[in-house]
């Protein structure tokens, strides 16, 4: 009869330790396919266990599948020889670690914590010019705090219920209220999609428009735009801008359906396109119904002079424009959560088709965002944050201008969101110059990488991002960069 | 000259109201293209007002395309024609609202706050045997608003950095631990993803293993996963299950690439793959290097008996097998916290062509989890729930025992998750079933609308899913259940 000596069993249960040791034999044929295991009276009885721990352990093992019970007759093992094929490992349990396993893993203290074997970040530049990263001081840590703490309690049962696809109603209400006031958008909360980040909505989007359909991105633009496209593997098509955005003929020429642009702020150039160009984009989308311009209206809130721009969608008047747009920007973006707003026609296709789908964003940060809307926040933060960059970009402009004198450089675009371009006057060329900057402590990128079509791609023109720069490493980081051309 | 009586301006300052007037005499032709506009100084002394009110006017009117400037000449109206075939739209701002916008937005206090036209969720059952929810009294609300707390003054740094797309790395490795604690899995922290919901994760798998593959699902299995592939466009086979889970011959014959179960833990029939089928699963992902097999353990925290069924994935010595798993379940559904473990080969896959996308779950929920698991509190929350649930199945199996006198009723696989089927003798179709349960206040659904191929399907076989009952509603509404049929 089986045989086990329980003093070597550690912190296992007797139960627990039965199990182990009986798989073991399973494992290793000791006990061999169809044999009949002893009965559990019988087997408690010889290794003076009781006969309920027998039984555990016997019912595990049938659970799991190495033994099976025959009515009137008892336990037998299992044939389990596909086994031999598979790789001969054992079923790892809590106390039971495979050791082909282990050296997969890298050095680890095992059974202590594991630990990741990749070093935590060392950041080793001076100033990054192309981080979209907001800065700790802007973001509302007491506001948010309590607003969360608010929720937590006054919400304990809405934060139970399951969201809506769409995104609970209070959030939709607030953002087609904040449309309203700040964007000039007429929007319905039930056109309202809330999602975890821009990059998922375009997925949804497409989904939504269809993977057969040809999407038509900006040529430069947001490359991440296109590897999103390229990942779903739809057809992406490149369209030329001219001085008032995506040039019309090459937009009709592309054989394109959907048309992804930023009309209110072109990345990177800040080219904002004109309401004649805007028409003529409108025109070309209700030709067909399979049309569709989604308009990215990712910094809207950091126009820093004038009024800001009015969405293109507020023009549209034939439900042509998937208006999207994102808090990842305008209140940090570790917070993941983004919207678009849908024509009717195409919110009701994603009712039928898409709305099985879970909200992404979860209730907790959905109603504390609702909050932070409704009570005022948000557009008091706007306001702070538009003065806080206002600072950050007459600072560096104003150590830019210093540094003219000695080497030609122009400023392009300076108004409008959190970027602008600065050509400088140099002979290196752009992929040197990006590595000499990062020689220099300095992070930074040029407009002719947002090229994809590179025989258009003007060089020597920089971009500089300052959403995420600190006031205090301005002045190091223009000289810096300055001495890198 | 241009003429305008500021007296009706409302709340608009000088500037805003001049730039809307001259915007509105451009839109209705008032003003035609190509059209000199009077210079600044004139106008503004025309008009009694500053040039500085004038300029900025100008400005914003030039920055949005309705009027152009020629150097040393001045500000002429841009040509608009496009807008004739666009529809004719006022460009909308804050204060102008077009009227044929109003309309489409049905009855609003415009431009008072926008509310949703749908009526609050009104909730007419009084018994969900299908809701997925989990109730309010098992969230640890206070804990969790106390590691947010701390989160939110801790790690005021961290949270503002952006997450590695795969999730910050604190996380993974409280993951990393869980998994290793507590379903024998190794997994180094650099091979785990994090998304929001295992919903988003199925459709990154797809971009990961490719829209060309053939995916199989389980029949009968959980629809929305093989409604993911569907609105993914990717081809989807439904695999018959025998006793052992997954029909291997079915499974040969399908030509499918990736094989998506729940081995643990069937959804809905609670089956548990033995090993031996396990093994044959293996061998069958062996034979190709493109196939997998995705390991949905979606609720092996609440196996209620015994211990816990390994995971596929501890005996995978392969590189065959991406496990899944999510926080859904055994927090709330309404965090969205998942998350996946992908075998080396495919990590760096991942790392190559898909890193660039941002991680979905924000900072702040990323940190409290890893909190909530690295001190304890995930452990003893899932332990507490298990109790939890404990209580509420015996409740509902003893109330369902008193039943079973008056009518014939069979429960089967009553110790496995979070559900259970119920076996009911009644000439009733299951169609028919199902709304009268709703006529009498109970929600719940039948085994044979989880199958896609119905000539399989068992009839009268009740899911009774018990995740978000509330004890003191039990009794009653298994009577009521009793009472259809």
């Given at each position: 009869?089986l045989t086990?000596?329980f003093?070597?069993?550690?912190?296992?249960?007797?139960?627990?330790?039965?199990?182990k040791?009986?798989?073991?034999?399973?494992?290793?044929?000791?006990?061999?396919?169809?044999?009949?295991?002893p009965?559990?009276?019988?087997?408690?009885?010889?290794l003076?266990?009781?006969t309920?721990?027998?039984?555990?352990?016997?019912?595990?093992?049938?659970?799991?599948?190495?033994?099976?019970?025959?009515?009137?007759?008892?336990?037998?093992?299992?044939?389990i020889?596909?086994?031999?094929?598979?790789?001969?490992?054992?079923?790892?349990?809590?106390?039971s670690?495979?050791?082909?396993?282990?050296?997969r893993?890298?050095?680890?203290?095992?059974?202590?914590?594991?630990?990741?074997?990749?070093?935590?970040e060392?950041?080793?530049?001076?100033?990054?010019?192309?981080?979209?990263?907001?800065?700790?001081?802007?973001?509302?840590?007491?506001?948010?705090?309590?607003?969360?703490?608010?929720?937590?309690?006054?919400?304990?049962?809405?934060?139970?219920?399951?969201?809506?696809?769409?995104?609970?109603?209070?959030?939709?209400?607030?953002?087609?209220?904040?449309?309203?006031?700040?964007?000039?958008?007429?929007?319905s909360?039930?056109?309202i999609?809330?999602g975890?980040?821009?990059?998922?909505l375009?997925g949804?989007?497409?989904?939504?428009?269809?993977f057969?359909?040809t999407?038509?991105?900006?040529?430069?633009?947001?490359?991440?735009?296109?590897?999103?496209?390229?990942?779903?593997k739809?057809?992406?098509?490149?369209?030329?801008?001219?001085?008032?955005?995506?040039?019309?003929d090459a937009?009709?020429?592309?054989?394109?359906?959907?048309?992804?642009?930023?009309?209110?702020?072109?990345?990177?150039?800040?080219?904002?396109?004109?309401?004649?160009?805007?028409?003529?984009?409108?025109?070309?989308?209700?030709?067909?119904?399979?049309?569709?311009?989604?308009?990215?209206?990712?910094d809207?809130?950091?126009?820093?002079?004038g009024?800001?721009?009015?969405a293109l969608?507020?023009i549209?008047?034939r439900?042509?424009?998937?208006?999207i747009n994102?808090f990842?920007?305008?209140?940090?973006?570790?917070?993941?959560?983004?919207?678009?707003?849908?024509?009717?026609?195409l919110?009701?296709?994603?009712?039928?088709e898409?709305?099985?789908?879970?909200?992404?964003?979860?209730?907790?940060e959905?109603?504390?965002?609702?909050?932070?809307?409704d009570?005022?926040?948000?557009e008091?933060?706007?306001?702070?944050?538009?003065?806080?960059?206002?600072?950050?970009?007459?600072?560096?402009?104003?150590?830019?201008?210093?540094?003219?004198?000695?080497?030609?450089?122009y400023?392009?675009?300076?108004?409008?969101?959190?970027?602008?371009?600065?050509?400088?006057?140099?002979?290196?060329?752009?992929k040197?110059?990006?590595?000499r900057?990062r020689?220099?402590?300095?992070?930074?990128?040029?407009?002719?990488?947002?090229y994809y079509?590179?025989?258009?791609a003007?060089?020597?023109?920089?971009?500089?991002?300052?959403?995420?720069?600190?006031?205090?490493?301005?002045s190091?980081g223009?000289?810096?960069?300055?001495?890198?051309?």
């Amino acid at each position: 009869m089986l045989t086990y000596s329980f003093e070597d069993r550690g912190n296992d249960t007797l139960y627990e330790y039965l199990y182990k040791q009986i798989k073991k034999d399973i494992n290793t044929q000791k006990l061999k396919p169809r044999e009949k295991l002893p009965s559990k009276r019988a087997l408690a009885k010889h290794l003076s266990i009781s006969t309920i721990t027998v039984e555990n352990a016997y019912n595990q093992l049938a659970v799991e599948g190495y033994i099976y019970s025959v009515p009137r007759s008892g336990f037998f093992v299992s044939d389990i020889t596909a086994r031999e094929a598979a790789g001969n490992a054992n079923i790892s349990t809590k106390a039971s670690v495979p050791e082909d396993k282990k050296s997969r893993t890298g050095p680890q203290s095992s059974p202590g914590k594991i630990h990741s074997v990749i070093p935590k970040e060392k950041r080793s530049e001076f100033i990054d010019f192309t981080s979209n990263s907001t800065t700790t001081e802007n973001f509302p840590f007491a506001t948010w705090n309590k607003l969360m703490r608010n929720t937590l309690s006054e919400n304990r049962d809405s934060l139970m219920i399951k969201s809506p696809s769409e995104g609970v109603i209070q959030l939709r209400e607030a953002i087609a209220n904040y449309l309203y006031q700040f964007r000039g958008i007429i929007a319905s909360p039930e056109q309202i999609v809330v999602g975890a980040g821009t990059e998922y909505l375009y997925g949804l989007i497409i989904q939504l428009l269809g993977f057969d359909k040809t999407y038509a991105v900006e040529d430069p633009g947001y490359q991440k735009i296109s590897r999103i496209y390229a990942a779903n593997k739809v057809k992406c098509v490149h369209i030329t801008l001219d001085e008032d955005g995506v040039n019309i003929d090459a937009l009709k020429g592309s054989k394109a359906d959907v048309l992804h642009i930023s009309p209110s702020h072109h990345f990177p150039t800040g080219l904002v396109t004109p309401v004649s160009r805007r028409y003529e984009l409108l025109n070309w989308a209700s030709e067909h119904e399979n049309r569709y311009i989604i308009e990215d209206d990712y910094d809207s809130e950091f126009r820093l002079l004038g009024k800001p721009i009015p969405a293109l969608q507020s023009i549209d008047t034939r439900d042509k424009v998937i208006y999207i747009n994102t808090f990842s920007k305008s209140l940090t973006s570790t917070i993941r959560i983004s919207y678009m707003v849908l024509p009717k026609t195409l919110m009701e296709r994603y009712k039928n088709e898409l709305s099985f789908y879970a909200c992404t964003v979860s209730n907790f940060e959905q109603y504390t965002l609702a909050k932070f809307i409704d009570q005022g926040y948000f557009e008091r933060h706007i306001n702070r944050t538009r003065n806080y960059y206002r600072k950050i970009r007459d600072e560096i402009l104003s150590n830019i201008k210093s540094h003219m004198d000695n080497k030609k450089s122009y400023i392009m675009e300076e108004d409008a969101g959190l970027h602008f371009l600065l050509k400088v006057d140099t002979s290196i060329n752009d992929k040197e110059l990006v590595q000499r900057a990062r020689r220099n402590g300095i992070i930074i990128s040029c407009l002719s990488q947002y090229y994809y079509d590179k025989a258009n791609a003007r060089e020597h023109i920089l971009v500089i991002n300052y959403s995420g720069i600190k006031l205090d490493s301005i002045s190091e980081g223009v000289e810096r960069l300055y001495g890198t051309f």
